[in-house]
């Protein structure tokens, strides 16, 4: 087996809802993600220096992504979407070895 089939099996394993992962809605449409609010509290930390920077960061394999209407792929900042019923937009996007790390900001009233 390949390093690379070795990270598509990994993937698919992490991202299994009995173990790890959940289902959101996404542009309306139902992806599997884990959510990751541990992640975002360092990166708000570290990487941004304190300030608040969104509401939900979702790890989210790669072709997962692939399924969601109405958005690059990888999402690109400032690209409109809903989680849920929630509007909101991406902060911020990364990829790693076919996973995408997602920032979404609930849109404020």
């Avoid at 139902?30 to 990166?43: C, K, M």
């Avoid at 909101?88 to 070895?97: K, L, M, P, Q, T």
């Amino acid at each position: 087996m390949s390093f690379r089939n070795d990270i598509a099996s990994d993937i698919k394993n992490i991202m299994d809802t009995d173990e790890f992962a959940d289902t959101f809605q996404i542009n309306g449409v139902s992806i599997t993600a884990i959510e990751d609010g541990d992640d975002l509290v360092r990166r708000v930390q570290t990487d941004y220096g304190g300030m608040a920077v969104g509401d939900l960061l979702l790890r989210v394999a790669e072709d997962e992504w692939l399924k969601v209407p109405k958005i690059s792929h990888p999402p690109v900042q400032g690209e409109a979407a809903t989680v849920g019923k929630k509007p909101a937009v991406i902060f911020a996007c990364s990829r790693s070895e076919g996973m995408l790390a997602i920032i979404f900001q609930y849109k404020r009233k």
